[in-house]
């Protein structure tokens, strides 16, 4: 109960925070009904016990499944504030979000519908709570490079609102070299990157993100510490890792998480931090993924101290903003 008041009173920022896998159950119904759209579960305690994954595959067939709801601006934009809302009620200050656009173009949702109904709510939670805002454009890597190339070019003029480019969905077979000129010229443009790298791939995957795409941060990034020498570089280059106990749990990239590798990351000096990832399917938001990792593995006062600071020091705030929450 003290740590749980300890966790709550930390101020902290999330980096790592899918926000089509922030749609609970019953804005999922609600957003079914409003809009006519057929969803094949009966109530939200079946929807909850469909939430059962063996991979991240068996995840991502009802992640693409779940987000078929959202079809207008004020759909993306409830979305955007009931997230946020939470993350508010967690002490977050400053938050990086993710979005799919591909899974929504796919479906006839026009691009700049998304992005109006997003920033609509980032712009009102600035105003109403104080919580600043980055937003990350995610690639799906199991498509192919020239779809993302077509979605680059769909962004361009949104680009006063995205901040960054990800690469996020199915990770094996997808290393980050096949998007290696999509992401040099996102970097041309002035967007911050970063890819999801090592939550089922290999370590080769992390190297290439940093080598070939030239992130400025890996989402994830467990299996890094089977490779002793990318730990040490990614600790010397001060990479930050965005950690995600919860979704980690939930896709059985780790079997219990008294063997997740927080404290490991933390030992070997990485700038390691604690986000939701999809915290409507993977069963907790940002204060709930401290908690279960300090209660598994006991982190100290100090250590959660560290994950809340990391947290400021790995965003893409600029440095006087940065200084303000340190
Ligand atoms: C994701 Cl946990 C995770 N991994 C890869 N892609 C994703 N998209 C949404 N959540
Ligand atoms: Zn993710």
């Not at 709801?69 to 946020?84: G, I, K, S, W």
């Not at 104080?130 to 779809?147: N, P, Q, V, Y």
């Not at 190339?149 to 290393?175: F, K, N, Q, W």
């Not at 404290?263 to 709930?288: E, H, I």
């Amino acid at each position: 109960a003290e740590r749980t008041a300890f966790i709550a009173g930390l101020p902290k920022a999330e980096l790592h925070l899918h926000i089509e896998g922030s749609l609970e159950p019953e804005l999922m119904f609600e957003l079914a009904q409003r809009n006519g759209v057929a969803i094949p579960f009966a109530s939200v305690e079946e929807v909850r016990a469909a939430y059962a994954f063996a991979n991240l595959q068996d995840f991502l067939d009802i992640y693409y499944q779940g987000m078929g709801v959202l079809h207008t601006e004020q759909d993306f934009h409830d979305l955007t504030a009931a997230y946020l809302a939470r993350a508010h009620a967690d002490h977050v200050r400053h938050v990086e979000i993710f979005f799919d656009p591909q899974g929504h173009t796919v479906r006839g949702i026009a691009f700049g519908t998304v992005i109006a109904g997003i920033t609509r709510a980032l712009d009102e939670a600035e105003t109403r709570h104080g919580i600043t805002s980055k937003l990350i454009m995610c690639f799906l890597r199991h498509l192919s490079e020239a779809d993302a190339e077509a979605t680059l070019d769909e962004a361009l003029p949104y680009l006063d609102r995205i901040d960054g480019v990800g690469l996020d969905s199915s990770e094996v077979g997808h290393p980050p070299s096949k998007f290696q000129r999509v992401f040099a010229r996102a970097r041309s443009l002035g967007l911050k990157i970063v890819a999801h790298a090592g939550e089922e791939g290999p370590p080769a995957y992390v190297h290439e993100a940093l080598d070939l795409l030239k992130v400025d941060r890996i989402d994830h990034g467990n299996r890094s510490l089977e490779d002793p020498a990318l730990t040490r570089r990614l600790a010397a280059e001060g990479i930050c890792l965005t950690v995600c106990p919860l979704s980690n749990l939930k896709l059985c990239v780790v079997d219990d998480l008294a063997a997740h590798p927080l404290r490991v990351m933390l030992g070997a000096g990485l700038v390691a931090t604690v986000n939701s990832d999809d915290p409507s399917y993977f069963g907790g938001y940002v204060n709930a993924n401290y908690q279960a990792i300090a209660d598994a593995l006991d982190l100290s006062r100090a250590e959660l101290i560290t994950l809340a600071r990391n947290s400021f020091t790995g965003s893409f705030l600029d440095d006087e903003a940065k200084a303000r929450h340190l």
